[in-house]
């Protein structure tokens, strides 16, 4: 059941002749990756799986290719260290407030339009309607900021305009996109978006 929207977004990517067994991917907060990462990852060429928590790099390893490259860190502060880049990031990033300092997707997605190639792939999370948003103000606060809206409840394609111009800020032109949602929880989305670094040719 957890893997249903990743197969959809893999699906998805095939049919427009999305090149994946040549990529190299990332999987930004990998967990165990037995949700999402250990279907992809024999999919395509080279696969990277970060996590910050050590208790998971057990499972993590077990779940994954034996030739995955996995590292214990905060992916925030790795990805401003390596000199790595990726054809596809997933941003299987968690809901709400974390660690402190994150939120969401919302600073993870510039490292992840930092650790792309000129052009790639970048999935990630999109919580429309947040449950009990109102209880945790941190959260919503951040939301707002972000979404520059009151987003306690985001349109489908209030979603889908704000982050073609979100890429665009970030010096990426979108070249298609789906919101693929994920059936374990209502009102959540793995948002797919094929970009490419404006005013360059692809690696």
């Known amino acids: 059941m957890r893997d249903i929207a990743i197969k959809r977004v893999i699906s998805f990517l ?6 994946l067994r040549k990529m190299k991917a990332l999987d930004f907060f990998a967990r165990e990756g037995d949700w999402q990462t ?11 799986a970060w996590e ?19 590292a214990i860190g905060d992916s925030h502060a790795m ?10 990031v997933v941003l299987d ?11 969401e997707h919302f600073d993870a997605l510039e490292c992840a339009t930092l650790l792309l190639r000129d052009s790639g792939v970048i999935v990630l999370n999109v919580k429309t309607r947040p449950y ?47 919101l693929v949602e994920r059936p374990q929880e209502e009102h959540l989305y ?11 040719e692809a690696n």
């Open 132 to 178: 009990n948003l109102d209880r945790f103000p941190e959260w919503k606060r951040r939301r707002d900021e972000f979404y520059e809206i009151d987003a306690s409840n985001l349109e489908l394609d209030f979603v889908d305009q704000f982050y073609k111009k979100k890429f665009s800020s970030l010096g990426f032109d979108l070249e298609f996109s789906k």
């Open 190 to 200: 793995e948002y797919v978006a094929p970009i490419r670094r404006k005013n360059n």
């Open 79 to 88: 990805s401003k260290k390596t000199h790595e880049r990726f054809d596809m």
């Open 14 to 19: 095939l049919e427009r002749k999305v090149p």
């Open 93 to 103: 990033n968690p809901l709400g407030c974390y660690s402190s300092n994150y939120c």
């Open 38 to 48: 250990a279907y992809y990852a024999p999919l395509v060429e080279e696969i990277h």
């Open 52 to 70: 910050i928590n050590p208790e998971f790099e057990e499972n993590l390893r077990k779940n994954l290719p034996s030739n995955a490259h996995i």
